[in-house]
């Protein structure tokens, strides 16, 4: 179990981390996701101390530098590639192991377990982000902890390395695990965690879990599409649903359940080639809530302040074709 | 927690290490036979001769090979990005920081033992029956460990100038320029008349102090006593400053 309380972080003027607090429970995975310059390294770097600020994180009750053998506990990942590029992986691994009193052998295991064993005597000079964030990965397993804090673990990383990794988290966690894991990737969170925390400009926006996060900011429609609609627009307004007609030749209808959608469907007499439900996924919950919050706003060729108004994009709003 | 295992294992793995100390050794032993050579028929006070030997061949350069060697304790961590998984290994900063002081300076002081001893036994070996060597002799056992003990100093000032500046480059130029050139030039300065009247600190600056550990007696400089607190001091108070900024600083 990690409990923050009220973690603070000012870089100058620049309030990065301002007064969080959340906590992270056992058995699941939480994910821990914002814009960038959200805040989001450097909670976690508070969290173990690696930043100084005010507030405090506690593990099971102890602050990070209060534990015996922190490795035992706690796993690790804050960076791709900290490693020195000219000391061999197992090296690098076997001296972390001494720190806190692990077994050397563990150092073998661990880059087994990451794939990285054929390459376990070589000098990581010239490993690939993938083959950094797998050393990473291995270091912040050596001590099998029962904490894992991992910042984009899956940066780098191959379709199957991502894929391994989200299953090797969700096993850890059905182990009574604290997984806590930030990641960019929104779509793979969803696959992968069972709860978010969610910060925008260092603030706590959001601390539930996923689905509620997701349904907190869902739009949820209903498409119907027909070769020919008929009475059936009236129909579904009459039952005080909303119906907007789609440029694609779709309905979109919010308000309604599916079931009673197709009834009146059906009812109007018409012939019904897809009906199907959609919702926001966690990518769009998530823009929608942190769209105030974003540090780095961008802007799309074309659009207005970029001076790049006269070139477009197929298939983008306002492009030229 | 093991820091002092970690830092022996982190020191070990990397060829910076055993190059720094090949370079050093060998230069030790090449130093030891040119002044071995030199000294050859030289009348005189044979345990002088002696002395003389292992205090060049074994302070010429080993100086800076500890200083560099300290200097990597803490330079290669922020250099390569390694000192937050350090830190989160050895959370406890302090300890931490004690590890990276004493390891350095007792590999280095060791090497430097055996390399002197290496010399040594190069020189018998060269000078034959001309001259003797008496281990009894209070200069030359006071020298060989002086010299241990001033290079356990620099590997530690090395150590800690790099703590305080978190990178390795502007660490072993500082410590080049002041000891090269600063220092020389602040020597110059107290030359002047006008400053007549504080030349006296020019005995305390660091380079001068060291080399007073193990150097000839000469009133302008300190003796080995005063030049080992006084050397001692100002690597030990660079470390305290050090480890402070070191335990609350960012990592």
Known sequence: ?321 | MNPFAYEWLRIKTIRSTWVMITISTVLTLAIAIIATLANKGTAGNLDRNWSDIVRVSMTAMTWLFGALLGIFAFGHEYRYGTIRPTLSALPKRRVAALAKFVVPAALFSTVTAISGALGIICARILAGSALTISWSANHLIRTFALTLLQVALWAILGAAIAAITRSQIASIIGLLVWVLLIENLLVLLFTWDALESVKGVRKYLPGAAANSMVGTPDPDVLGWVGGSITFALIAIGFAIVGTELFARRDA
């Open chain 1, 1 to 321: 179990m990690i409990e923050v309380h009220n973690l603070v972080k000012r870089y100058g003027v620049v309030t990065a981390v301002n007064d969080l607090s959340f906590s992270v429970k056992p058995g699941q995975v939480t994910g821990f996701l914002g814009p960038n310059g959200s805040g989001k390294s450097t909670t976690c770097r508070l969290m173990v101390g690696l930043d100084r600020g005010p507030g405090s994180t506690t593990f099971d009750g102890k602050r990070y530098d209060q534990l015996q053998a922190p490795m035992k506990e706690v796993g690790l990942l804050l960076e791709a590639k900290a490693f020195h590029p000219g000391r061999r992986a197992r090296d690098h691994l076997r001296m972390l192991c001494a720190a806190n009193s692990i077994d050397q052998k563990r150092a073998d295991e661990c880059l087994e377990m990451v794939g990285l064993a054929d390459v376990a005597k070589r000098r990581p000079k010239g490993f690939s982000l993938g083959m950094g964030q797998r050393l990473g990965l291995a270091a912040a397993l050596l001590g099998d902890p029962h904490t894992l804090i991992l910042d984009e673990p899956s940066n780098g990383l191959d379709p199957q390395g991502i894929q391994w990794l989200r299953e090797f988290l969700r096993f850890l966690a059905s182990q009574g695990r604290t997984v806590f894991v930030s990641s960019h990737l929104l779509s793979e969170m969803q696959l992968l965690a069972d709860h978010v925390v969610v910060i925008g400009a260092g603030k706590l926006l959001a601390d539930c879990t996923t689905a509620e996060f997701v349904a907190r900011g869902s739009k949820a429609w209903i498409v119907l599409r027909s070769p020919s609609y008929g009475s059936v627009v009236d129909v579904l307004r009459s039952r005080g649903w909303s119906v907007e007609a789609q440029p694609d030749g779709s309905l979109h209808i919010t308000g309604a359940e599916l079931a009673a959608v197709g009834d009146a469907a059906h009812s109007a007499g018409v012939v019904i080639h897809e009906l199907a439900q959609h919702r926001s996924s966690l990518e769009e919950a998530f823009i929608e809530l942190t769209s105030d919050s974003q540090q780095y706003k961008t802007t799309l060729p074309g659009s207005p302040g970029t001076g790049l108004g006269g070139i477009g994009f197929p298939g983008l709003p306002g492009g030229n074709s």
